[in-house]
């Protein structure tokens, strides 16, 4: 008798797909690989200073790399 499911909020059917997507509404660049993400993040904190993740995408099952998905 558990209830500790979060419910998902059913104003926004495509919140997991937003790791998908960057703000702008495109798709963002995709990885097959863990480690071309983590490649691809480190490349982007060499050249540019920012602190990227890389994480698997539950739309397309790929990896890509952004801050972490939220609403901002
Ligand atoms: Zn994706």
């Not at 990227?52 to 952004?66: E, Q």
Request: proline residues 7%; positive net charge; charged residues 30%.
């Amino acid at each position: 008798m558990k209830r500790r499911r979060r419910p998902l909020p059913p104003t926004r059917p495509l919140g997991r797909v937003a790791s998908h997507f960057s703000r702008d509404g495109t798709p963002k660049n995709s990885y097959r690989t863990e480690s071309e993400a983590k490649s691809a993040a480190q490349l982007a904190w060499t050249l540019n200073g920012v602190d990227l993740n890389a994480y698997r995408c539950d739309y397309c099952f790929a990896w890509h790399i952004g801050k972490r998905f939220r609403d901002d």
